[in-house]
Antibody
Framework: QVQLVQSGAEVKKPGASVKLSCRASGYTFTNYYMQWVRQAPGQGLEWMGMINPSGGGAWYTQKFQGRLILTRDTSTSTIYMELSSLRSEDTAVYYC?????????????WGQGTLVTVSS | QSALTQPASVSGSPGQSITISCTGTSSDVGSYNFVSWYQQHPGKAPKLIIYEGTKGPLGVSNRFSGSKSGNTASLTISGLQAEDEADYYCCSYAGSSTWVFGGGTKVTVL
């Protein structure tokens, strides 16, 4: 079965960077794009970016251009999300996610979420 | 890209039908048939309930249905049940391999 297992919670100071991981299993890693979605406390879902695990190409929403980098390691079926210049507004639960088979744009699989807290 | 516009809250009595709107622009909802809807209960990850605007994933109740007209997509929940009380989010393809979510709608079952 498809599983997305994320790294543990992080506490960072403003201005620092954070790098989260998401290990995939149960399917061919390079066959499906992976997305990152975040949710601030009490707020809605926010799409951040997407990576093609096969070629490594990544796309980011304009809001995070220059501050967000998505990478992958095909040898471990893991994707990474690095967000820099953190501010308090970046405090959120970060999810990695994958479309369901044939569900174009429909995210059927979610990681368990990683809480990132940005505080001085 | 701006978030898609959803009503903050919608309520209904058990057995009733409710509809949640999701308004975007000609650059997202209006241009693509890639609108998905998610249900999220407190403390849980979102759950896909509609994809490609009108299609229901395997295992999801057919009480959930989706539609689109112009720049506005809609989710209808028929035969409202207590377990439907949750937050609902729409999401649309926005071009250039990017996606955008709506602000979310809290559904209350009276």
């Amino acid at each position: 079965q498809v599983q997305l297992v994320q790294s543990g919670a992080e506490v960072k100071k403003p201005g620092a960077s954070v790098k989260l991981s998401c290990r995939a299993s149960g399917y061919t890693f390079t066959n499906y794009y992976m997305q990152w979605v975040r949710q601030a406390p009490g707020q809605g879902l926010e799409w951040m970016g997407m990576i093609n695990p096969s070629g490594g190409g990544a796309w980011y929403t304009q809001k995070f251009q220059g501050r967000l980098i998505l990478t992958r390691d095909t040898s471990t079926s893991t994707i990474y999300m690095e967000l820099s210049s953190l501010r308090s507004e970046d405090t959120a639960v970060y999810y990695c996610a994958r479309d369901g088979d044939g569900y174009n744009g429909g995210i059927a699989y979610w990681g368990q979420g990683t809480l990132v807290t940005v505080s001085s | 890209q701006s978030a898609l516009t959803q009503p903050a809250s919608v309520s209904g009595s058990p057995g009733q039908s409710i509809t949640i709107s999701c308004t975007g622009t000609s650059s997202d909802v209006g241009s693509y048939n890639f609108v998905s809807w998610y249900q999220q209960h407190p403390g849980k990850a979102p759950k896909l309930i509609i994809y490609e605007g009108t299609k229901g994933p395997l295992g999801v109740s057919n009480r959930f249905s989706g539609s689109k007209s112009g720049n506005t997509a809609s989710l209808t929940i028929s035969g409202l049940q207590a377990e439907d009380e949750a937050d609902y989010y729409c999401c649309s393809y926005a071009g250039s391999s990017t996606w955008v979510f709506g602000g979310g709608t809290k559904v209350t079952v009276l």
